[in-house]
């Protein structure tokens, strides 16, 4: 195996982890409405714990893939820039949002992982948790998208659309606040406003942004000069690699 296919397997993270997520979501039994009442949310687990399990298990491993995207995606933008500020912003925002999203899904394994046990307020309380985690993910979730955006519609690496569509993902973030003041309605924690929409363009904006630069990292070897696309082969291709080409421009790798 060739170390193109290799670059082509590390463009394509970001899509594996919008499948596992998708996944996930999908084998997830329907949860109560948030404001039912606690033994409604006991006797939910209870019933669906394997099927909660199940869903913990794939969001877990999705996170693995985002986590790796993101060191993509950060090489790619600093080879793009040139200099590591907003890079840096964007690879520090999708930590700290994968971060607050493992807290938000340790509480519902919690949840899932004693049913029988546990009093149900603790329990409604433990589902809760795991709602309000896209609340402290928001200005992360933010930061990653806005500060990738920057850097497409400056540089041109990618289509001007792809920039427009991360400042999309970015804007609708803060509508997850809603889940803060209301526990029904559009703006609830799994409301269309509150969760769906955010959720679902942010996934489109991952999903683009993997899907493109795995393109260009299997055409990249056709360009004949140094071009913005080579370079960013060099760097998804690994340190080695980047170094090399740090090497040829005068600036560390």
């Known amino acids: 195996m ?7 397997y590390g463009a394509a993270t970001g899509i594996v982890f919008v499948v596992l997520s998708l996944a996930g979501f999908i084998v997830l039994p329907t949860p109560p409405d948030l404001n039912a009442p606690s033994q409604e949310w006991a006797s939910y687990f209870l019933g669906h714990h394997g099927g909660v ?14 986590i790796w995207f993101l060191g993509t995606l ?16 964007a690879f520090a925002g999708g930590i700290l949002a994968a971060a607050a999203l493992l807290v938000g899904l340790s509480a519902e394994a919690v949840a899932a992982y004693r049913p029988q046990g546990v009093d149900p307020l603790i329990t409604r ?5 795991f709602v309000m985690v896209g609340v402290a993910a928001i200005p992360a979730l933010v930061a990653l998208f806005a500060a990738t955006a920057v850097v497409i519609l400056r ?3 990618f289509p001007a659309w792809l920039g427009w569509l991360l400042v999309a993902a970015a804007a609708v973030q803060p509508l997850t606040f809603g889940a ?12 269309v406003l509150g969760f769906v929409v955010p959720v679902i363009v942010s996934f489109v904006a991952i999903f683009a942004l993997s899907a493109l630069l795995t393109a260009w990292a299997r055409n990249a070897t056709q360009a004949g000069n140094p071009t913005l696309t080579e370079r960013i082969r060099g760097a998804v ?3 080695a690699s980047g170094a090399r080409v740090g ?4 600036r560390p790798g």
């Open 155 to 157: 540089t041109g690496a």
């Open 2 to 8: 060739n170390d193109d296919r290799y670059v082509e």
């Open 247 to 250: 090497a040829r421009e005068g």
């Open 125 to 129: 309380a433990l589902n809760d948790i």
């Open 180 to 191: 803060m003041f209301t526990k029904h309605g559009a703006f609830a924690g799994d409301g």
């Open 237 to 239: 291709s690994g340190a």
């Open 74 to 89: 950060t090489s790619v933008l600093r080879i793009a820039t040139g200099t590591p500020r907003l890079p840096s912003i």
């Open 53 to 66: 399990r199940a869903s913990m298990v794939l969001l877990a491993v999705a996170m693995f893939f985002f």
